[in-house]
């Protein structure tokens, strides 16, 4: 395929189509996730638009599409009081986009590669929880002037679940109502054997529930208006009158607050997840794509960090690359580009045209949608499948889920990647060397055999088995396949070369190198 990572007007009408379909799947959830991350809602669409344009039009990847995720939503919503007031939290974002692109230039592209799938996978599952848990007071009624709180233990008391049974208590019979209807309607569009047909195929189920949405309310306006949603229960993006008007829409960083640590904290974190979430998103596009191209991780990190300067300098949320619309895009037949830029623009047309249509949505729509992004991200069956892998897998994954939940995304990342870490090392104590434990004759030779990297880590075991070999054996270490021996293993070996006659061992050393530390030597 010729520009295989540009442009290419050959498929300009496959584009096309992929890009209305998109930016249909796209619109509600940059609305929803503004509405989780507890930041103004045109700040999703802003953040919307420069994924669509400016990060799609200098990435490499030929089908990936960036825009705010869920992924950060308690990140932007924990800073946001954190830092005590959106401006300030739009100077992080434009730190984080500085610090993305210095990564990039830093060839750390590869950064990906150091976490260890069972906390990304945790890390993917909380949030998922979080979404579901925060997003049923909205469903139940609650309205955008009242905030959930991402921390399960709320500063005026109080938890998530009382925050659940306290919305029980308010429930709204009108949002309760569009909101299990939009469930539904999404459960549906999930169905295999709805996919068959063109319509279910094309059309995103989200666009059907903000119609359906906009619908009911409306007939609840004149049919029974105890039912409808109106005010803050309801979409609320400025509408201009004139250009001057659409400009003034967007807010500006605080400049003055960078003598602020806190802004650095969450301009680092911000950075490093950011950066994290879109480079296992194209990972996971390039493997959807018909035409297997790679993106170019590097060039990946330059791109996204010039979309979260940009966004932070003009009122957005941060942004990544988004697996949800990403994927949207291969199924819909996107081939270049050119079909996240068309979303992009599209997205920028419908607040430029029809606000005052989007202003219709009641809020009870975006929470069903969350709570199913929430469900996808969080499935009964990723729980199962890694209890399945064991559990070096397994306990990770569940301890990073849980320490998310009762602290916040960087701690339960960190917790989780200490838990890694141990099964690491244990694996790497373990594995440091062959020697099968079965008995031994008193005529046979026993062999151990180093692995290639023999660190540190490894003298503990190497000590132990060592201490164990029978009185009276024959016994070979060898080093042929090691690169590398660390000098605290080979001090190690050298001693119990120096105290083999004690147990009357016949030791042979097979390219084991010298070792001149000792004392006396």
């Given at each position: ?11 300009f ?21 503004a ?16 994924g ?17 995720a ?34 990039g230039?830093?060839?750390a ?85 709805l ?33 409808y949603?109106?005010?803050?229960k ?72 010039l ?6 300098l003009?009122?957005g ?31 920028l047309?419908?607040?430029i ?30 729980f ?36 890694s ?13 062959f020697?099968?434990?079965e ?9 151990i ?15 132990l088995t ?36 004690l ?19």
């Amino acid at each position: 395929m010729k520009n295989a990572n540009g442009f290419n007007f050959k498929y300009f009408t496959n584009d096309l189509s992929a890009g209305l379909v998109v930016f249909l799947v796209a619109l509600p959830l940059c609305l929803g996730i503004a509405l989780a991350s507890g930041a103004p809602l045109f700040s999703g669409i802003i953040a919307g638009i420069v994924g669509g344009t400016i990060v799609a039009f200098t990435s490499k990847s030929a089908l990936s599409v960036s825009g705010p995720a869920a992924g950060l939503t308690v990140i932007v919503l924990n800073a946001i009081t954190q830092l005590g007031s959106y401006e300030v939290f739009l100077l992080a974002v434009v730190l984080a986009g500085l610090i993305q692109i210095v990564l990039g230039y830093l060839k750390a592209g590869i950064i990906g590669y150091y976490f260890p799938s069972s906390v990304i996978k945790g890390m993917l599952a909380a949030i998922g929880i979080i979404l579901i848990l925060k997003q049923i007071p909205y469903a139940l009624g609650y309205d955008g002037s009242q905030s959930v709180g991402f921390n399960f233990f709320q500063a005026e008391g109080g938890n998530t679940f009382s925050k659940i049974l306290n919305a029980i208590n308010i429930i709204h019979s009108g949002a309760l109502a569009i909101a299990c209807l939009s469930l539904f309607i999404l459960i549906l569009w999930e169905l295999p054997s709805l996919k068959k047909y063109i319509f279910f195929k094309l059309v995103p189920g989200a666009l059907i529930v903000v119609i359906l949405g906009i619908i009911i309310n409306e007939w609840f306006k004149v049919n029974d208006p105890t039912l409808y949603l109106s005010g803050n229960k309801l979409v609320r993006l400025p509408v201009a009158n004139s250009a001057s008007e659409f400009i003034g829409q967007f807010t500006l960083p605080d400049f003055s607050a960078l003598g602020n640590i806190k802004v650095y904290v969450v301009a680092f974190t911000i950075a490093i997840i950011a950066s994290l979430e879109s480079l296992l998103s194209v990972e996971a596009v390039d493997k959807l794509d018909p035409y297997k191209r790679n993106t170019p991780t590097n060039r990946e990190l330059k791109a996204q960090g010039l979309g979260n300067l940009i966004s932070g300098l003009i009122g957005g949320l941060p942004l990544t690359a988004v697996i949800v619309r990403s994927s949207a895009n291969v199924n819909a037949g996107g081939k270049t580009k050119l079909s996240a830029i068309i979303h992009g623009l599209l997205l920028l047309f419908s607040v430029i045209g029809f606000a005052t249509f989007l202003n219709k949505i009641p809020l009870a729509c975006l929470a069903a949608l969350l709570l199913m992004v929430g469900y996808k991200l969080a499935k009964v069956s990723l729980f199962r499948s890694m209890f399945k892998l064991g559990w070096e897998q397994f306990l990770p994954f569940i301890i990073t889920v849980i320490a998310i939940q009762f602290s916040d995304l960087l701690k339960g990342i960190g917790i989780g990647m200490l838990v890694s870490m141990f099964f690491i090392l244990r694996n790497n104590y373990k594995r440091a060397y062959f020697f099968h434990k079965e008995r031994h004759n008193a005529d046979e030779t026993i062999i151990i055999e180093l692995a290639e990297e023999v660190t540190f880590l490894n003298k503990g075991s190497i000590a132990l088995t060592l201490s164990h070999l029978p009185d009276n054996s024959s016994v070979i270490i060898d080093g042929s396949k090691s690169h590398t021996i660390d000098i605290d293993v080979l001090e190690i070996i050298h001693n119990f070369k120096n105290t083999v006659e004690l147990k009357n061992i016949q030791l042979e050393l097979k390219n084991i190198p010298e070792f001149k530390g000792l004392l006396g030597h």
